[in-house]
């Protein structure tokens, strides 16, 4: 489980493990956008929250998790990117995963200074077709303004605008202590340093999942190449 305040990089993260270990991502926020943008029922009913920046109802977000979580191609194992926000949301996904007998292995922490959060989410921006993050800095597309991987126009989400960015760091910060203690209390709390590139957070991380031997299910049969130069 990724926890962290907007630009992060937990999004990035879970990309990384989802390529390199075949650990499927499961975003909260991803799931809310898509579903906005086929405008569905689902994407009607959280539309007013995601572009005003504010949370969505614990009960909804749970619901939807859960059914995720049902999927089998959650079987290997999953990374949980952007839930849970609230100790409401940790107490209901701790309640199906004890159903379920699947522990849950440690939720991470990933640390930022604040000039480095608002510098992400300001240069942010999102192919309106695939998804794609880029970075007008970081991670710039090869053609201005056009996604790399299916030539998509490239736009700044409607929460990233310089008002919303204020106003969703400012929710997060009030919103997470209880769920950051929450954790903490279970000794499932592990803080990893979240400034830098994606792929040195991904080696941080990966060295952490090492040390804690979470991958001893996954290691054989997805991990590539780079992959294992990480972990070792
Ligand atoms: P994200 O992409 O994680 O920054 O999420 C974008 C927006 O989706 C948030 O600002 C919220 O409006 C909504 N959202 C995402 N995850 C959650 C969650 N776990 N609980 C409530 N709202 C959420």
Known sequence: MLLGPPGSGKGTLAKFIEEELGLPQLSTGELFRHEMQRRTLLG?????????????????????????????????????????????????????LKRRGRPLHGAILLACT?????????????????GANYHLRNVPPKRPGVCDRCAGALTTRMDDRTGTIKKRLEVDRTQ?????????????LYRLNGDGSGVEVYRRAARLFARRSWLAGVTASRRSPAGREAVA
């Open 44 to 96: 009607k009913m959280v539309s007013r929250y995601v572009t005003e920046g504010l949370l969505v109802p614990d009960e909804l977000v749970v619901k939807v998790m859960t059914r995720q979580l049902s999927t089998p191609r959650t079987r290997r194992g999953f990374v949980l990117d952007g839930f849970p926000r609230t100790v409401g949301q940790a107490k209901g996904l701790d309640a199906y």
């Open 114 to 130: 604040p000039r480095v959060l608002i510098d992400r989410l300001g240069g942010r921006r999102v192919c309106s077709q695939c």
């Open 176 to 188: 997470s202590k209880p769920l950051l203690d929450y954790y903490r209390a279970r000794g499932l």
